[in-house]
C-alpha cells in the first residue's frame, strides 16, 4: 500500500482544514488507518484512527471532541477534518496502514506497516 497525504496549509487558530490519505492498491479496504503528527523538535504522536470498515474511531485527548477520521473505501482515501484548530496543532500530519489483524494499539508507530509522506499543517495565532 502507498499513501499519500494532502490539504495542509496555513490556517488561523479556530479554522478548519481537512486532510486527505489516498491508497493505491486493492487491499486499502482491509487496513486500519491512523493519522500522527510530529511538531518541530518532538516525537510523533498518535491523532486518530479508523477500523477497516469504518465502525470504530479512536482519537487522541487532545483532540478529541475537535477532529474527526472517516475514510471512504470506494475512493480508497481516508480523511481527517480538523477544527477549531489551535497553535498547538501545527504539526507535519502523516497517515498510516495497520494490518487490523495485528493492531493492539492504535497509538504505537510500531504497529503500523505502511506511511505516508506528510503534509505540513501550519495554525497561526
Known amino acids: 500500500v502507498q499513501l499519500q497525504a494532502s490539504g495542509g496549509g496555513l490556517v488561523q487558530a479556530g479554522g478548519s482544514l481537512r486532510l486527505s490519505c489516498a491508497a493505491s492498491?486493492?487491499?486499502?479496504?482491509?487496513?486500519?488507518m491512523g493519522w500522527f503528527r510530529q511538531a518541530s523538535g518532538k516525537e510523533r504522536e498518535f491523532v486518530a484512527g479508523i477500523s477497516w470498515d469504518g465502525g470504530s474511531a479512536f482519537y487522541s485527548a487532545s483532540v478529541q471532541g475537535r477532529f474527526t477520521i472517516s475514510r471512504d473505501n470506494a475512493r480508497n482515501t481516508v480523511y481527517l477534518q480538523m477544527n477549531s484548530l489551535k497553535p498547538e496543532d501545527t504539526a507535519v500530519y502523516y497517515c498510516a496502514a495497520a494490518n487490523p489483524r495485528k493492531l493492539y494499539a492504535w497509538d504505537l508507530l510500531s504497529q503500523y506497516d505502511y506511511w505516508g509522506q506528510g503534509t505540513l499543517v501550519t495554525v497561526s495565532s
Open positions: 492498491g486493492r487491499t486499502f479496504s482491509m487496513y486500519a
